[in-house]
């Protein structure tokens, strides 16, 4: 008998293991900032190519981003998977982490998206003032009480992040981890708060065998740009001389492949197993652009020069 989406949506999320028929790209996008036509168009599209989880958070749009994913959910049960956040206002501040307001943002996310239990859900930010003890209990009593599925955190920092997922792990819960994780590097100082997988994050997520939910997989365009952006356009924290000559390579490669700088971009994040690269195209035909990055086969020695140059 088939496996349901969420089914292998569980064991993906498991193992590095995957059905030939899935893959581990999760769908982001200006959910409740477009028509809903457009939302309607692109999960259907991501869901028939065999994506599995669609990423949102309760604070996206001013707070319209769940529920204009809901209304397609609630069309189409079952066939989409649903990752979303809490932990920032609609504005993007953070906000504390208390277990009342936790499960109150909870409750109103179950609502928003038409769903009995949210498929992994995380906190977009951590609350250094609580401890993690307390934090990785709010976490279990939400599975407990049967609002969530799987349970995560993103943007927290390694030593945090470890002490979480061993508290989760004695408890038989293994988190998924949400960082900015791609070819690109970023200049942390320009990321406004969010964090990069570093090093030290990564260290905690072979260590604990954590999926990592990689978000802006593909540099916000980085790769697919000959140059700078527009004059205007706030600081890119992608665009670095280490990020330059990264790019250059890609380009390079793409050539002898025969295909695009940002399609072997994507294909470097997919190399490393256990990452789900979140991507967030606009429309139908920059979906099927980025899946092209599954078809697109990196040697180990590819992959190493492209991020080090040797």
Not at 97 to 126: I, K, M, P, Q
Not at 182 to 210: F, I, K, Q, Y
Not at 284 to 302: G, H, M, P, V, Y
Request: proline fraction near 6%; charged fraction near 25%.
């Amino acid at each position: 008998m088939p496996r349901s989406p969420l089914q292998l949506l569980d064991g993906l999320l498991d193992a590095d293991g995957m059905a030939a028929a899935a893959h581990r790209f999760v769908l982001g996008g200006p959910f409740g900032a477009e028509p809903a036509e457009t939302t309607a168009e692109r999960l259907a599209h991501f869901a028939d190519a065999g994506g599995l989880l669609v990423e949102t958070s309760h604070s996206y749009a001013g707070g319209r981003a769940e529920a204009a994913v809901g209304r397609w959910l609630r069309r189409n049960p079952g066939v989409l998977g649903v990752t979303t956040k809490v932990g920032h206002d609609p504005t993007g501040g953070d906000i504390p982490l208390s277990r009342d307001t936790v499960f109150a943002h909870v409750r109103s996310a179950l609502e928003n998206l038409g769903v009995e239990a949210v498929d992994v859900l995380l906190y977009h930010c951590d609350d250094p003032a609580r401890s993690v003890a307390e934090l990785a209990d709010t976490l279990v009593s939400l599975t407990e009480a049967g609002h969530v599925r799987r349970v995560g955190v993103s943007n927290w920092r390694a030593e945090r992040l470890s002490e979480l997922a061993a508290r989760l792990g004695e408890r038989g819960h293994t988190p998924v981890a949400s960082y900015q994780f791609s070819l690109a590097e970023p200049d942390p100082t320009l990321l406004a708060g969010s964090l990069h997988a570093d090093s030290a994050v990564l260290d905690v997520v072979r260590r604990h065998r954590l999926p990592l939910l990689g978000w802006s997989s593909q540099a916000r365009g980085y790769f697919a740009r000959s140059g700078p952006k527009e004059p205007g356009d706030r600081p890119d924290p992608y665009d670095t001389e280490d990020n330059r000559a990264r790019r250059l390579r890609c380009r390079e490669l793409a050539e002898r492949l025969g295909s695009r700088p940002e399609t072997v971009a994507l294909a470097w994040t997919l190399h490393h197993p256990g990452v789900w690269p979140s991507i967030g195209p606009r429309n139908t035909a920059q979906i099927d652009n980025s899946l092209r990055a599954r078809r697109l086969t990196l040697t180990e020695e590819q992959v190493h020069w492209l991020r080090d140059g040797r």
